[in-house]
């Protein structure tokens, strides 16, 4: 029954975004990665506090990059930055090669923009916030019928679009503003928490809406404090700390620019009370989690240096009955990012 609806929603959204990339012209993403966001040195205060400094960043067209980091780190700070919402202190924020503060509307017209407090016309009922949405978007006067429709059905409103927002559940509410942002077909989506207060049906439709419009060639930034959930979409992760770039990164694999490093699990066919201390003497390897038994680490190393470290540990008389690759998920990488920035103090602070 769930599969049946699971899978009749994403028959409608593939259907529905097929029409709205008719409609808008939005092209698969296809040849060399190219730049959709670059920031330089962008330094933004609030009276009396500095919220983002020294931010670096290029961030690749076509990409999904989960914005992680705890309460107050700057992702909407920063969010608000890259929409010209907000006039940074020093450094510069271009999309599409278009600077944003210079050239704010044209930046507007290929952006979409779901703001973590978004304000609904509550006596508009939702065919017209997207009608206003649309036209405020400047999409001409023809297409906005179908695009209306075809936003309401990529977020499941079809139904309700002569209804009032003051007579909608919050999260019907946090669909039509999700629809209001993407009604337009912008080339880049900016979504502050935009699964808050979704059930985890409307989640899950999310989920694939987002993975359909990056594959045509959207770039999407989304934050999120439910990392499982940015897991099943996202492409890159960019995780704040006190306004600053702990790390950058695509999650497809484990390794970084520097080193290839990706995380292992090594399980014994018998205890052994050593396990520890020989992973601890190898120099390329940090244990995340360990026992008699099994052990968790990072191993930074080619297949041939892996090979060799399995070659001695069974040396060092180890019973080693499964030694296997981890696909490092978003929330070890973010906590593991956070955990090197409070042993060593460090930060990257740009990111390419
Ligand atoms: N209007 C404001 N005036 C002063 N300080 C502010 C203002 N808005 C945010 N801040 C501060 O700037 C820092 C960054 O805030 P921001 O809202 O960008 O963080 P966030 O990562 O989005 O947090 P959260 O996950 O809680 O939404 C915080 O320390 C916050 O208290």
Redesign the pocket.
Known sequence: MIHAVAGRNLVRITLSVALLLATYRLRPFTGRPTLMIKISGLTFD????R??HQVSLQVEAGSVTALV????????????CIAGLETPLAGSISVAGMDVLERPREVHRIMGYLS?FYGLYQSLTVAQCFEYAAAAQGLPAPAIPQAIQITAQQLGLSERLQQTCDKLSRGLRQRVAIGQAIIHGPKILLL??PASGLDPEARASLAGLFRLLQAQGMTLLV?S?ILAELDEYSTHMLA?RD?KVLEYRALDHGSTALAPRKSLRIVLAQANPGLHAQLAAEPALQVSASDERSADFMFSGDEHAQAALLARLIAAGLQISSFADQKENLQQSYLRSVASYEQNGQHSGSAT
Not at 46 to 49: A, E, F, I, R, T
Not at 74 to 80: E, I, P, S, V
């Open positions: 609030y009276p009396g506090h919220a983002l980091g705890s309460n107050g780190a700057g992702k909407t700070t920063l969010m608000r973590d502050d928490e934050s404090h704040l306004g």
